[in-house]
């Protein structure tokens, strides 16, 4: 819980951006190791062929789109978690991490409904004149369909210990999760120990496995001795439709507004694609660079969501805007520095990946053209998070809705075939559509209307 105390403002405010810091940090650490995950599984299968990385590069990204919604939707118990413990609530914790899991329950039974589906999303996706492709990624994602219902249980279990303060916890977690699934791929995928080469089925099922001892330990953690005795977390509860739709009311705009903007970089990246291969290898490497600054500042957004649902569950609106305001300053600062990176050595950077001068010069382009709105970016991430700590999840869904498919989506079609301004006019088309999206963050922010949200 958040405890100011005494404090004069200057160390109160020094003392919510050390907060933000120390709970951001280990979150950092998670989201790096939640992209090693992919990166481990493409690695391996390269091994195999060229057929076999395709479709697990092709099934991944339609994976991660789906998983997110899923993902996204359970996240959402660190919202209430914060609340009943900024409120001084320990017991209460227990009831509302049962409610979260009632939902997952629930939402776990769509997950069988899932690989006929994926097997129509690749065929749609796949290349017309590689049937393979298509085959080992119906395979892939037909395995990894089940690993949904693990992921969502240990989101749940995120947001018990973050909804606290604990991030170290699910950074140790997320980390055991990747070196398992590199010691399982090594066995699975090419067939050590006695176990058969399973190739891109062994990925797959290396990533289950991987993902069933987060969870295990994850219960291990929910349901030890001291969450049992502090938090009630041993007693079952059944939830209530009411107790359902309070919790999905909060979590699934979460979820969609996740899959919603992954859906729209998807078609941002397909429409890209069209512009040529030298085009796209380079947005490709620049996306690796990009990546690094972004997962700072979703860190940074994830402990703003946890310390202003716990000021609000504190009955401190005015500590929780002062921690977004601080946040904010962090992302700025922190994406801002790795930012200046990519306008003072785009050259050296492109060159780690390609030394093709036209892949260079069109990374270049994209690396100094991103590297300006990091500052942008920095408010939005943190806003959002900031909004959806306070419960006000339907309208960052919608907004991101809204401005993903309203206004970003049309403006690159429009700026690339309409006006012929290729990769300059597809990204910013893109800044555009995030810079906005940061300004109606903003304004919502500034109205207050999150300072009245009643969660039950």
Known sequence: MLKLGSKTKTQQKTGLTRQIALLAAPLVLQNLSQTLLGVVDTWFVSRISTEALAAVGLS????????????????STVVFVG?????????????VVWRS?????????????????????????????????????????????FEIPLVMFSAVVWGFLVGRGNSRAPMILAWITVLSNIFLDWVLVLGNLGAPALGVAGAAYATVMANGINAVLSAAILWS????????????RLASWQDLKTVLQVGLPMGLGDFIEIASFSVFFALLARLGTDILAANQIALQFLSISFTFGIAVSMATSSLVSQSLGAKQPEVAENVTYRAVGLAMLGM???????????????????????????????????????IFDALGIVMAGALNGAGDTTFTMV?????????????????????????AGAWVGALLYLGGLAFVYFLRFRSGHWKSIVLA
């Open 60 to 75: 991944s990204v339609i994976f991660f789109a789906v998983v997110m919604l899923f993902r996204g939707t359970a996240n």
């Open 399 to 423: 907004a991101r809705s809204l401005m993903a498919w309203g206004l970003f989506i049309p403006l690159v079609w429009l700026l690339i075939y309409k006006f012929e301004q290729g990769l």
């Open 336 to 374: 801002g520095m790795i930012g200046l990176s990519y306008l003072i050595a785009p050259v050296q950077l492109m060159r780690i990946f390609s030394q093709e001068p036209s892949v260079i010069a069109a990374g270049v382009f994209v690396m100094r053209l991103i590297a300006f709105y990091q």
């Open 83 to 95: 609340r009943a413990h900024g409120g001084g609530e320990p017991e209460r914790i227990g009831a």
């Open 101 to 145: 899991l009632n939902m997952v329950a629930w939402l776990s039974l769509p997950v069988f409904a899932l690989p006929p589906l994926f097997g129509m999303l690749m065929a749609v996706a796949a290349p017309a004149d590689s049937p393979l492709v298509w085959e080992l990624g119906t395979s892939y994602l037909s395995i990894r369909a």
């Open 225 to 236: 001795t001291s969450s049992r005795r502090e938090f009630d977390t041993g007693r079952a």
